[in-house]
């Protein structure tokens, strides 16, 4: 992991771009693949938690789970400022075991592009199904490429964000921040991302012996500032994009 997983609130503000939408689609997705408002809900590789937050205030019973307690203490914290309860687990994506099943998960803005081998994905399927409920529903955001020899690296990308006086930009595998209350500085951000061969994803969740697709959902649309933005209501048996949600139910 590099420094921004130990900086939370930094990588609160790099990512904080609005995710309304976002939220508004596994709030939508889940309630058509048969879950509802209320349900219990999980959040693998959660960081600060900003989908979790929507969510738990849309009415969801939502737990959040990540290997970094530094993002699981920010949120803890953003939960408390917020007025929603969040229950938060520390422990490994592909390793974990909750104190009672959910009806549902999810796997935001590419988190699982940090397992590299298929060995981890298949043992992340597993996990998750382990704790779904029979006939749980399963969504995870991940990026695609036919050829996945190729690796997306944040360091491709610059933008820049900034939240009250303080500025983070991303450029050339670095972060610079200006922060009044810390000076000038960098951190190192080497971070990259496994991009997913559709097909060979999906076979993945099967070879998991616990979960079976569903559907994809493809990218609907972009917004200006260049975020996905997906509708629960357009599926697709093989999805096209750089990008896509892929719908998977605990086997009975």
């Keep these: 992991m590099t420094e921004i997983y130990n900086n939370a609130l930094y990588y609160d503000i790099l990512f904080g771009w609005d995710r309304t939408l976002e939220a508004l689609f596994y709030d939508a997705a889940f309630q058509i693949l048969g879950l509802s408002c209320g349900d219990r809900l999980l ?54 075991t909750l104190s009672e099943p959910v009806d549902g998960a999810y796997c935001p803005m590419g988190s699982m592009g940090h397992l590299m081998e298929d060995e981890q994905v298949i043992n992340h399927f597993r996990a998750v199904g382990k704790n779904l409920k029979a006939g749980g529903i399963y969504i995870a955001d991940v990026g695609l490429a036919e050829n996945e020899t190729y690796e997306w690296d944040y360091g491709q990308d610059e933008w820049e964000m900034e939240r009250d006086g303080i500025g983070v930009v991303m450029k050339d595998k670095k972060l610079f ?76």
């Excluded at 979790?52 to 019973?61: E, I, M, S, V």
């Excluded at 803890?76 to 422990?91: H, P």
């Excluded at 599926?235 to 896509?244: L, V």
Aim: with cysteine.
């Design 43 to 96: 959040e693998t590789g959660c960081g600060t938690g900003t989908i979790a937050l929507k969510l738990a205030k849309y009415g969801w019973r939502v737990s959040a789970l990540d290997i970094k307690e530094e993002m699981l203490s920010f949120l803890r914290q953003r939960e408390e400022e917020e007025s929603v309860s969040i229950d938060t687990v520390l422990a490994d994506m592909t390793a974990f």
């Design 177 to 252: 921040i200006s922060d009044p209350a810390r000076g000038e500085f960098t951190l190192d951000w080497d971070a990259r991302l496994r991009l997913f061969n559709p097909g060979h994803l999906a076979s993945l969740a099967t070879e998991s012996g616990i979960l079976e697709v569903v559907t994809w959902y493809p990218e609907a649309d972009m917004t200006d500032e260049g975020i996905s933005i997906f509708d629960a209501t357009f599926t697709a048996d093989y999805p096209e994009g750089e990008r896509a949600m892929l719908a998977c139910r605990k086997l009975s």
